[in-house]
């Protein structure tokens, strides 16, 4: 059984930082493809940043040179560094994952994840 758990969601200033981990468990870690997805209230799901097993990244034009995500594949944990935050921003981030190789873990779509968390709220204030 796949099991993703987020933390690290809260509330700061526009231009702050958050810091969000998913840890994974249940599956061969390495061989998956880790993604950060969020959806904001009326929006849809919306693919933040991936990081395939042999630790390619990929990300979405809106977050380019603010946040950043990284594996650790010992502690089988993916963390999403998010700086220079902005309201619209705000959103509840989920981890999903799936065995996609590393060219199709670069493809943002929340359909062609299986595993996901329970999300963990992110808002910014102006």
């Known amino acids: 059984q796949v099991q993703l758990v987020e933390s690290g969601g809260g509330s700061v200033q526009a231009g702050g930082s958050l810091r969000l981990s998913c840890v994974a468990s249940?599956?061969?870690?390495?061989?998956?493809?880790i993604v950060w997805f969020r959806q904001a209230p009326g929006n849809e799901r919306e693919g933040v940043a991936s990081a395939a097993y042999d630790g390619t990244t990929t990300y979405a034009d809106s977050v380019k040179g603010r946040f950043t995500i990284s594996r650790d594949n010992a502690r089988n944990t993916v963390t999403l560094q998010m700086d220079s935050l902005t309201p619209d921003d705000t959103a509840m981030y989920y981890c999903?994952?799936?065995?996609?190789?590393?060219?199709?873990?670069?493809?943002?779509?929340?359909?062609?994840?299986?595993?996901w968390g329970q999300g963990t709220q992110v808002t910014v204030s102006s």
């Open positions: 999903a994952a799936d065995h996609h190789w590393t060219e199709a873990c670069g493809v943002l779509d929340a359909p062609r994840f299986r595993y």
């Open positions: 249940g599956y061969t870690y390495l061989s998956f493809c």
